[in-house]
Nanobody
Framework: QLRLVESGGGLVQPGGSLKLSCSMS????????LGWYRQAPGKERELVAM???????NYGDSVRGRFTIPRNNAKNTLFLEMTSLKPEDTAVYYC?????WGPGTQVTVSA
């Protein structure tokens, strides 16, 4: 059974960077459908980045150009590299794979 666990969240100042990790157990043979979402207080869950068929990565409009899923992910680990962080990036970040979700990790961007 697939299990996803996020880590790497925390408090960071505006303009700073953070790298999230998603540890995957249970095995994934096809990485399409693997990605990140986030949910801020009082808001709906929104797409951050998603790997589609062919290995293409789709980014949400609010993070495109600042957040990246690196190509050199470690085995059974998915990363999310976040740069130029803004207060509006504050949210719980979730790793997801085809309907399965991790518990999330809190990212807070504040001075």
């Amino acid at each position: 059974q697939l299990r996803l666990v996020e880590s790497g969240g925390g408090l960071v100042q505006p303009g700073g960077s953070l790298k999230l990790s998603c540890s995957m157990s249970g095995g994934i043979l096809d990485i399409s459908g693997l990605g990140w979402y986030r949910q801020a207080p009082g808001k709906e869950r929104e797409l951050v980045a998603m790997i589609s068929r062919g290995g293409n990565i789709n980014y949400g409009d609010s993070v495109r150009g600042r957040f990246t899923i690196p190509r050199n992910n470690a085995k059974n680990t998915l990363f999310l590299e976040m740069t130029s962080l803004k207060p509006e990036d504050t949210a719980v970040y979730y790793c997801t794979y085809r309907g399965a979700w991790g518990p999330g990790t809190q990212v807070t961007v504040s001075a």
